[in-house]
T-cell receptor, first 115, second 112 residues
Framework: DAGVIQSPRHEVTEMGQEVTLRCKPI?????LFWYRQTMMRGLELLIY????????DSGMPEDRFSAKMPNASFSTLKIQPSEPRDSAVYFC?????????????FGEGSRLTVL | RKEVEQDPGPFNVPEGATVAFNCTYSNSASQSFFWYRQDCRKEPKLLMS???SGNEDGRFTAQLNRASQYISLLIRDSKLSDSATYLC?????????????FGTGTQLKVEL
């Protein structure tokens, strides 16, 4: 079975450019999460969706960040304009509805470097 | 103070050793607890949940101390393949239990 699929795996861009990260959750999973991981701050929750609806975006650092989930099989995280401090690994994760076992299924991540 | 704190390590141990990590959490309303494993440049994966009474899965034992607000992970007879970063994760009440907060991780290196 396919896991969570993220693209691109690596992105190097210059400050001020727009960055779009993409995620395809596991089929049938109703929850989708975007996390950011850095050495200093660890893994931080940015936003999560339930049934394509954003439920909590309190972790989104600022207005430069936006996320959408137009359908059950696709989500995007956009940074516009990007800044060097946005450099991090961005993970998408999903889980099914039902009892919350605490198990999130992560994609392999998108490693972003902003020069 | 961070909501979830871990000693970053690294913990360098010889193969066969027993090693233990602690993780402290600051929010007493925290409801459920987990250990994740993350290999170098890979995604985190659930290792085990942590139950109030403590639980064991093979060489791994997880414990919860609500009074002191920490969870622990004990690895017995460590293997080279146990080398990884171990992240603790805490779920808070509210938000549908979906706000899983992670520590920054403890790095373990098992050596010959």
């Amino acid at each position: 079975d396919a896991g969570v699929i993220q693209s691109p795996r690596h992105e190097v861009t210059e400050m001020g450019q727009e960055v779009t990260l993409r995620c395809k959750p596991i089929s049938g999973h109703d929850y989708l999460f975007w996390y950011r991981q850095t050495m200093m701050r660890g893994l931080e929750l940015l936003i999560y969706f339930n049934n394509n609806v954003p439920i909590d975006d309190s972790g989104m650092p600022e207005d430069r960040f936006s996320a959408k989930m137009p359908n059950a099989s696709f989500s995007t995280l956009k940074i516009q304009p990007s800044e060097p401090r946005d450099s991090a690994v961005y993970f998408c994760a999903s889980r099914p509805s039902g009892p919350n076992t605490g198990e999130l299924f992560f994609g392999e991540g998108s490693r972003l470097t902003v020069l | 103070r961070k909501e979830v704190e871990q000693d970053p390590g690294p913990f360098n141990v010889p193969e066969g050793a027993t090693v233990a990590f602690n993780c402290t959490y600051s929010n007493s309303a925290s409801q459920s607890f987990f250990w994740y494993r993350q290999d170098c440049r890979k995604e985190p994966k659930l290792l085990m949940s942590v139950y109030s009474s403590g639980n064991e899965d093979g060489r791994f034992t997880a414990q919860l101390n609500r009074a002191s607000q920490y969870i622990s992970l004990l690895i017995r007879d460590s293997k080279l393949s146990d080398s990884a970063t171990y992240l603790c994760a805490v779920n808070r009440l509210g938000g549908g239990g979906n706000k899983l907060t992670f520590g920054t991780g403890t790095q373990l290196k098992v050596e010959l």
